[in-house]
């Protein structure tokens, strides 16, 4: 697939505590940085993104005595997963995993930081209400085709994937350069999301100028 000077590589969240030894590890996750910067090559335009929640943020499972990681309660915008605590701001867990190197990227997005609202998206909160900018940075750029890769799969990938549809956006995913969480079929579903809005999905060794 040939890339031009109006796509843009999307590098969701591939920090310290979605890696092994990491707060909320990702099964292999440190593997997707390899692909990543094969990838990287061959793009003019990169941006970054970073989970970085504050120390009491509300989805995190510690904030809500009596509950575990992983159990699911009502917010005021709907479901909500609980997560280990993870990503805090200025720790060692928020900080990008030490071999993704990729001084080129334009721009590093931080996601998160509001404690009432989780936010797997890069373009919305999970209110799927409130922008994070995004979208409004890449129409100003003149960027108009989103690839995705990064941590995880089928939760922050695949949020803004679907959301990048949602705005009007063609969307392609690197699929060896994600790992996924897949918690409670959650693999499936965002695959399945992606061939329902027309999302795409190919190898990082498919990209060609």
């Given at each position: 697939?040939?890339?031009?000077?109006?796509?843009?590589?999307?590098?969701v969240?591939?920090?310290n505590?979605?890696?092994?030894?990491?707060?909320?590890?990702?099964?292999?996750?440190?593997e997707v940085?390899?692909?990543?910067?094969?990838?990287?090559?061959w793009?003019?335009?990169i941006?970054l993104?970073?989970?970085?929640?504050?120390?009491?943020?509300?989805?995190?499972a510690?904030e809500?005595?009596?509950?575990?990681?992983?159990?699911?309660?009502?917010?005021?915008?709907?479901?909500?997963?609980?997560?280990?605590?993870h990503?805090?701001?200025?720790s060692?867990?928020?900080?990008?995993h030490?071999?993704?190197h990729?001084?080129q990227a334009?721009?590093?997005l931080?996601?998160?930081?509001?404690?009432d609202?989780?936010?797997y998206s890069v373009?919305f909160?999970?209110?799927?209400?409130?922008s994070?900018?995004?979208a409004?940075?890449?129409?100003e750029r003149?960027?108009?085709?989103?690839?995705?890769?990064?941590?995880?799969?089928?939760?922050?990938?695949?949020y803004?994937a679907?959301?990048?549809?949602r705005l009007?956006?063609?969307?392609v995913?690197?699929?060896?350069?994600?790992?996924?969480?897949?918690?409670e079929?959650?693999?499936?579903?965002?695959?399945?999301d992606?061939?329902?809005?027309?999302?795409?999905?190919?190898?990082s060794?498919?990209?060609?100028?």
């Open positions: 697939m040939k890339v031009n000077e109006h796509d843009v590589l999307l590098v969240d591939v920090q505590d979605f890696c092994p030894g990491g707060a909320l590890a990702v099964a292999g996750g440190d940085v390899a692909p990543i910067h094969r990838a990287a090559s793009f003019e335009h941006v993104t970073q989970d970085w929640h504050p120390h009491d943020h509300s989805s995190f510690p809500h005595p009596g509950r575990q990681p992983f159990e699911s309660i009502q917010m005021p915008y709907g479901a909500q997963t609980l997560w280990p605590a990503c805090v701001q200025g060692k867990g928020a900080e990008f030490p071999t993704l990729l001084p334009e721009l590093i931080r996601k998160g930081f509001h404690r609202v989780d936010s373009f909160e999970n209110d799927r209400v409130t994070t900018g995004l409004g940075y890449l129409r003149g960027l108009t085709r989103v690839f995705l890769a990064g941590l995880a799969y089928d939760y922050c990938v695949a803004s679907l959301d990048a549809r009007g956006l063609p969307v995913v690197l699929r060896d350069a994600c790992r996924a969480i897949d918690l079929g959650s693999t499936a579903k965002a695959g399945a992606f061939v329902r809005t027309g999302v795409q999905i190919i190898e060794g498919q990209i060609c100028a």
